[in-house]
């Protein structure tokens, strides 16, 4: 999964976006589990859909990923998730 991070703050863009079925799994509980190896924490995710937002989120992706990267998988750009690793 691709994600961005600004300090204690991880942004995530559902591929889909609001179709994206983890998203709509977070609208309906919000405690999410995140793992990298070996190491697993629980954390609250935060639903973005406020088109400003959205657009902050999607302008990390590019800056970080490349924009020709983020249009070629990124195919509905409505929505975005934050969560707060602190």
């Known amino acids: 999964m691709w994600f961005a991070q600004e300090g204690h703050i991880l942004s ?4 889909k976006g609001s ?15 995140l793992a990298v190896n070996d190491v697993a924490t629980g954390a609250t995710a935060r639903p973005i859909t406020d088109p400003r ?11 970080k990923y490349g924009a020709d990267q983020v249009k070629k998988y990124y195919s509905k750009l ?3 998730v934050e969560v707060s690793l602190g």
Do not use: G, N, Q, Y
């Not at 995530?12 to 591929?15: A, K, N, Q, T």
């Not at 937002?53 to 800056?63: D, G, L, P, Q, S």
């Open 12 to 15: 995530l863009l559902p591929v």
């Open 78 to 80: 409505d929505v975005a």
């Open 53 to 63: 937002r959205v657009r902050e989120v999607m302008e990390k992706f590019r800056a």
């Open 19 to 33: 179709d994206t079925p983890w998203f709509r799994k977070v609208l309906k509980a919000p405690s999410i589990r």
